[in-house]
């Protein structure tokens, strides 16, 4: 059994130092926590890993939180602008649109043209009357000289149409609009 006391000598000879002369025994210390690097020796020496920064630490946490914010602010604010810029041109895409296709019947009635004008008439209008019959009972009402297409009312889809007949009399009438499914433009559907 050995018995502690005084470290005996290394029976190994010493090493040469840097400048050739035999270096110190080393001698041990205490000994190191389980999970914890010992820290190097000698100065000049980097730790093995850098220490975090402490200065400034509120400052980049706000710049970021800031720049998350206003990239989300553009991203919502910008969607929000498309849906509004759609709404408004959906809005007038009809109004044009349905002044358009109230002009064309009236214009055809103005020229005689009354298949042309048929052909402006949506589907459920042309199912409720021929051509033929239409062609025949626009052509003994009185002819339209002239017309003025109002405003169309986007929630009602109707236009106000001032008509004046060759005979001289005025008439305001108002003309029903409705989408077509198949091209998405807009019809005559009735007049009143």
Same mark, same amino acid.
């Not at 502690?4 to 400048?19: R, V």
């Not at 002819?143 to 008439?171: H, I, S």
């Given at each position: @059994?050995? +018995?502690?006391?005084?470290?005996?000598?290394?029976?190994?000879?010493?090493?040469?130092?840097?400048?050739?002369?035999?270096?110190?025994?080393?001698?041990?210390?205490?000994?190191?926590?389980?999970?914890?690097?010992?820290?190097?020796?000698?100065?000049?020496?980097?730790?093995?890993?850098?220490?975090?920064?402490?200065?400034?630490?509120?400052?980049?946490?706000?710049?970021?939180?800031?720049?998350?914010?206003?990239?989300?602010?553009?991203?919502?604010?910008?969607?929000?602008?498309?849906? +509004?810029?759609?709404?408004?041109?959906?809005?007038?895409?009809?109004?044009?649109?349905?002044?358009?296709?109230?002009?064309?019947?009236?214009?055809?009635?103005? =020229?005689?043209?009354?298949?042309?004008?048929?052909? =402006?008439?949506?589907?459920?209008? =042309?199912?409720?009357e021929s051509r033929r019959d239409f062609e025949r009972r626009v052509g003994d009402e009185p002819q339209v000289a002239q017309f003025t297409?109002?405003?169309?009312?986007?929630?009602?889809?109707?236009?106000?149409?001032?008509?004046?007949?060759?005979?001289?009399?005025?008439?305001?009438?108002?003309?029903?609009?409705? =989408?077509?499914?198949?091209?998405?433009? @807009?019809?005559?559907?009735?007049?009143?």
């Amino acid at each position: @059994m050995n +018995v502690p006391g005084p470290a005996a000598g290394s029976p190994y000879p010493p090493l040469p130092g840097p400048d050739g002369g035999a270096r110190p025994p080393v001698v041990p210390g205490p000994p190191a926590e389980v999970g914890v690097p010992a820290p190097p020796v000698g100065p000049g020496v980097a730790p093995p890993f850098a220490a975090p920064p402490t200065e400034g630490r509120n400052t980049r946490l706000w710049l970021g939180l800031g720049a998350g914010a206003l990239a989300a602010l553009i991203c919502c604010g910008g969607g929000g602008a498309a849906v +509004v810029g759609l709404a408004v041109t959906g809005v007038q895409a009809v109004e044009e649109q349905g002044r358009a296709a109230s002009a064309d019947y009236y214009e055809a009635l103005v =020229q005689r043209r009354y298949g042309a004008a048929y052909d =402006q008439l949506c589907e459920s209008a =042309q199912r409720r009357e021929s051509r033929r019959d239409f062609e025949r009972r626009v052509g003994d009402e009185p002819q339209v000289a002239q017309f003025t297409v109002g405003q169309v009312d986007t929630t009602t889809l109707t236009v106000p149409v001032d008509v004046t007949f060759a005979g001289g009399g005025r008439e305001r009438q108002q003309v029903t609009l409705e =989408q077509d499914r198949q091209t998405g433009g @807009m019809e005559v559907c009735g007049i009143n």
